[in-house]
């Protein structure tokens, strides 16, 4: 054989063995099917438990602990993996890393906070508009004290929040990008509330483009930030539950509210997109990076 053809072949073989050693030790799927899955079945298990509480779920739902039973369990299979992922979810586990954020950073964290504000909004004007009528529910409507239930909301969210944009929307942007890593998640968000699709399918489409759409809003929102991830998530995420359940009416199963959030959600996603492009893309994501398929 001649001396260039070997010399080829070893380049080749080479090759394939490097590629061999930076093959991730575990997909990427297997991580968030592992995730997916006890996400699911622990929130069916927490419902089922829910009525011999006595919690009532205007306070909390218990289902909402299913993503965050998940994160655990993922995290017994790859804890290096997980401690990365979940690095820039409180606010002094970011000061240790020491990262600094893009430029913006901190007005998309304004502005996620008021969207939920503008999307309540939006909802009040078109249901003004279809029935000339909005209907408010009192505070005092319900037995338990409005800052019992705003604690409670909040640390329901945060339990979902864990799950789905402190771990999963990271494992999916390793692979995609940032508005099809968060509508994936977000369709994923949507359909692991499985009781919605037992409503009209106007009703559960009207849910599914809401969750598919603040789960964009949510993803463009904390690209890049490397602090205070579930924090902001979980204020967001309270905030549209707030609006839900005190000034609107998509906490029942009356079709046309819900369609409205739908579409509420679906505007201010459009304007979150519109001035991502404006901006231009963000600097890498560290925490992205850092817990890339191929490290441990």
């Not at 954020?101 to 008021?114: T, V």
């Not at 009209?200 to 690209?223: D, K, R």
């Amino acid at each position: 054989m001649p001396e260039q053809t070997k010399a080829r072949v070893r380049a080749r073989a080479g090759a394939h063995e490097q590629g061999r050693r930076r093959a991730p030790r575990t997909p990427w799927a297997a991580e968030a099917g592992v995730f997916l899955a006890v996400a699911f079945v622990a929130a069916g298990m927490c419902g089922a438990l829910q009525p011999a509480t006595g919690i009532p779920p205007e306070v909390v739902q218990l289902t909402q602990v299913g993503p965050a039973v998940a994160v655990a369990a993922a995290a017994l299979l790859w804890p290096g993996r997980i401690r990365g992922r979940l690095a820039g979810t409180l606010p002094t586990r970011a000061r240790t890393a020491g990262a600094a954020e893009p430029a913006g950073a901190a007005g998309r964290r304004a502005a996620l906070l008021l969207t939920p504000v503008l999307i309540t909004a939006l909802c009040v004007c078109g249901g003004l508009l279809t029935s000339g009528s909005l209907p408010v529910t009192s505070p005092r409507a319900f037995a338990h004290p409005l800052a019992l239930v705003v604690a409670a909301q909040f640390l329901g969210a945060c339990a979902e929040e864990i799950g789905w944009r402190c771990h999963l929307q990271p494992l999916l942007r390793t692979r995609f990008g940032p508005v099809t890593a968060s509508a994936l998640v977000g369709v994923l968000w949507g359909l692991w509330h499985v009781p919605v699709f037992a409503q009209e399918p106007a009703y559960a489409a009207g849910f599914l483009l809401a969750t598919t759409a603040m789960s964009v809003i949510l993803g463009l929102a904390l690209e890049g930030v490397r602090s205070n991830r579930l924090l902001l998530a979980g204020g967001f995420h309270t905030l549209i539950n707030l609006g839900m359940l005190y000034v609107t009416d998509e906490t029942t199963a009356a079709t046309e509210p819900m369609l409205l959030l739908g579409a509420a959600s679906l505007a201010a996603a459009v304007l979150w997109i519109a001035a991502a492009r404006r901006t231009g893309r963000a600097a890498p994501d560290e925490i992205i990076v850092a817990t890339a398929p191929g490290t441990r």
